[in-house]
């Protein structure tokens, strides 16, 4: 946590060199990466980890709902071309270099003690850590609700920056390889909110990696258009609807944010309106 000794700083670079072993030991000798400065050991382990997680679970998503499943989860005529996805694959792999700026510059702050992070959970306590988890998650879905919301009522930020994300507008043109397909200033608006909670809230060190990555699982989630109906979780069925209205659902895990402050739609309400 902020103002701690070098001492216990030191855990988390020996937790950033552990993550980076990982990563990039099966790529590079050791003795290679290891003389790089740190920033960069971090930027290159994140970018190779966050590109193959996107390639994986975006492939093996498709493959399973547009092809295992056809049929079953999507209708034909709303499966998205190759030529979509791969337009999808290429904005996002644009974007990819400079997503992995912001995790990288937060494990910098980390370690250099600027945040309240902490390194062990047995620190703090289960219940203390399932506080300030929750915690954490209420504050980030506070800040991406309202800079999805302000991308699209700022109408300079909304031209510039998030139409390139939503040029799918359709059921047919989404898919889970639209989840990172973002100008890059724009995915990493929505992300701070992840990194501005470590300054908030004690937050374990681990956790706080683990859900950065999971965004881009989660997020292909939400752009696969199958409504999975799990109340309170905003999930693909609502996400479509915003991107064919433009004005409602902007929350990211629940729907409490749209909830509150007035802009939910459920999906559930608009097929019984098509009926």
Same mark, same amino acid.
């Not at 988390?12 to 552990?18: L, P, Y």
């Not at 003389?35 to 970018?47: A, G, I, K, V």
């Not at 337009?87 to 600027?114: D, R």
């Given at each position: 946590?902020?103002?701690?000794?070098?001492?216990? +700083?030191?855990?988390?670079?020996?937790?950033?060199?552990?993550?980076?072993?990982i990563?990039?030991?099966? +790529? +590079?000798?050791?003795?290679?990466?290891?003389?790089?400065?740190?920033?960069?050991?971090?930027?290159?382990?994140?970018?190779?980890?966050?590109?193959?997680?996107?390639?994986?679970? #975006?492939?093996l998503?498709?493959?399973? =709902?547009?092809?295992? $499943?056809?049929?079953?989860?999507?209708?034909?005529?709303?499966?998205?071309?190759?030529?979509?996805?791969?337009?999808?694959?290429?904005?996002?792999?644009? &974007?990819?270099?400079?997503?992995? @700026?912001?995790?990288?510059?937060?494990?910098?702050? @980390?370690?250099?003690?600027?945040?309240?992070c902490?390194?062990? =959970?047995?620190?703090?306590?289960?219940?203390? *850590?399932?506080?300030?988890? !929750?915690?954490? +998650? @209420?504050? @980030?879905?506070?800040g991406?609700y309202?800079?999805?919301?302000?991308? %699209?009522? =700022?109408?300079?930020?909304? $031209? *510039?920056? %998030? &139409?390139?994300?939503?040029?799918y507008? $359709?059921?047919?043109?989404?898919?889970?390889?639209? #989840?990172?397909?973002?100008?890059?200033?724009? #995915?990493?608006?929505?992300?701070?909110?992840?990194?501005?909670?470590?300054?908030?809230?004690?937050?374990?060190?681990?956790?706080?990696?683990?859900?950065?990555?999971?965004? &881009?699982?989660?997020?292909a989630? =939400?752009?696969?258009?199958?409504?999975? $109906?799990?109340?309170?979780?905003?999930?693909? #069925?609502?996400?479509? !609807?915003?991107?064919?209205? *433009?004005?409602?659902? *902007?929350?990211?895990?629940?729907?409490?944010?749209?909830?509150?402050?007035?802009?939910?739609?459920?999906?559930?309400?608009?097929?019984?309106?098509?009926?």
């Amino acid at each position: 946590m902020a103002g701690c000794g070098a001492e216990y +700083l030191h855990q988390f670079v020996e937790e950033t060199d552990w993550y980076n072993g990982i990563v990039l030991d099966g +790529l +590079l000798p050791g003795v290679a990466w290891r003389r790089l400065p740190r920033p960069l050991q971090s930027w290159l382990r994140n970018y190779i980890g966050a590109t193959t997680l996107y390639f994986v679970s #975006g492939f093996l998503w498709c493959f399973y =709902i547009y092809y295992l $499943k056809r049929n079953v989860y999507v209708p034909k005529d709303a499966i998205p071309s190759n030529k979509a996805m791969i337009l999808q694959i290429i904005v996002a792999m644009k &974007a990819m270099p400079w997503y992995c @700026v912001l995790p990288t510059l937060s494990e910098c702050m @980390v370690e250099n003690g600027w945040t309240r992070c902490f390194s062990s =959970i047995r620190e703090v306590g289960w219940p203390a *850590y399932t506080v300030y988890l !929750i915690s954490y +998650l @209420v504050i @980030v879905e506070f800040g991406i609700y309202w800079a999805h919301r302000e991308l %699209h009522d =700022i109408k300079p930020l909304y $031209k *510039y920056l %998030h &139409a390139t994300h939503h040029v799918y507008n $359709k059921q047919n043109t989404l898919s889970p390889f639209a #989840g990172l397909a973002f100008h890059p200033l724009d #995915g990493i608006l929505q992300a701070v909110p992840h990194v501005i909670a470590l300054f908030l809230i004690p937050t374990h060190f681990m956790t706080h990696m683990l859900l950065l990555f999971c965004e &881009a699982v989660w997020t292909a989630n =939400i752009h696969d258009c199958i409504h999975g $109906k799990i109340w309170p979780v905003m999930g693909a #069925g609502y996400h479509t !609807i915003h991107h064919t209205t *433009y004005r409602h659902n *902007y929350g990211h895990y629940t729907v409490w944010m749209d909830w509150m402050f007035g802009t939910l739609r459920d999906p559930e309400e608009e097929l019984k309106k098509a009926e």
